[in-house]
């Protein structure tokens, strides 16, 4: 096997970072362009968002398994999810995902419409929860999933929400797929993985992780959601 050199690594870590700033470009034009209002259905917004990424930054993403936009009680429920229109003082989750397949990452944000304080309180911990789980691996080289998911949990019961998934986050190239936290957790940021975040994974990369934190408001039926690479920004 080749010994991978400084290049090779270097080249891998602009890769991802460059299909995050394009993301986060894409997620700028959106709500700039006033994609998101309530009376479109999340179909519209897919379909609006799909023409935007496609004209403006050249990416196309497959009809299958494409979903950018979920709102109210879809944010909550597992999919496939019922078509929804956008309701006034919504959550709107901004999924990403199938969009940066090829950069072997992730990107998702939550939009609260209208003025209710619970529904923009949420979103804003959720960004704190998000800071604070970098922080946490900054300032920590040998954290372990095991010891950052708990943090960010006990951050989540801090502000009164719900971690509503087994892990927050997933070794970047990782397929999200149902439950395979179960059989590979050492690729997961969970209570089951004790391996440090900072190591070297299979073929002598450096892991490089994606940070997934979903705080779930129980009383209301509505989650709001963050995606984004951890260890590089």
């Known amino acids: ?18 299909g995050q700033r394009m993301a986060q470009r894409l997620f700028g034009h959106v709500i700039a362009t006033q994609v998101i209002k309530p009376g ?9 968002i799909a023409l935007i990424a496609r004209e403006v930054f050249g990416v196309r993403a497959g009809r299958v398994g494409r979903r950018f936009a979920r709102a109210g009680s879809n944010t909550v429920v597992g999919g496939p999810w019922p078509e929804r229109v956008i ?12 969009l940066l397949a090829p950069y072997e990452t992730g990107f998702t944000r939550t939009v609260a419409l209208g003025d209710d304080p619970v529904r923009r309180r949420l979103v804003r911990d ?5 800071t604070g789980a970098r922080d ?11 010891e950052l998911y708990a943090k960010v949990s006990r951050m989540a019961a801090t502000a009164d929400w719900t971690l509503g998934a087994r892990h927050c986050g997933r070794l970047t190239g990782t397929a999200p797929t149902p439950h395979a936290e179960a059989t590979r957790p050492e690729l997961f940021i969970g209570p089951d993985n004790d391996r440090p975040l900072r190591r070297t994974v299979e073929g002598g990369w450096r892991a490089h992780w994606i ?7 129980e009383h209301r ?4 959601v963050h995606t984004e690479l951890l260890d590089l920004v």
Not at 43 to 48: I, M, P, T
Not at 211 to 217: F, P, Q, S
């Open 1 to 18: 096997m080749a010994t991978l050199d400084r290049m090779d690594v270097g080249l891998r870590a602009l890769h991802l970072l460059e």
């Open 40 to 48: 479109r259905s999340e179909e519209e917004v897919d379909n609006r």
């Open 87 to 98: 309701g006034a003082q919504d959550l709107v989750v901004l999924d990403f995902e199938s």
């Open 126 to 130: 959720l960004a704190v929860v998000a």
């Open 136 to 146: 946490a691996l900054r300032a920590d080289d040998s954290i372990t999933g095991r």
């Open 211 to 217: 940070l997934r934190i979903r705080l779930v408001d």
């Open 221 to 224: 039926g509505h989650a709001a």
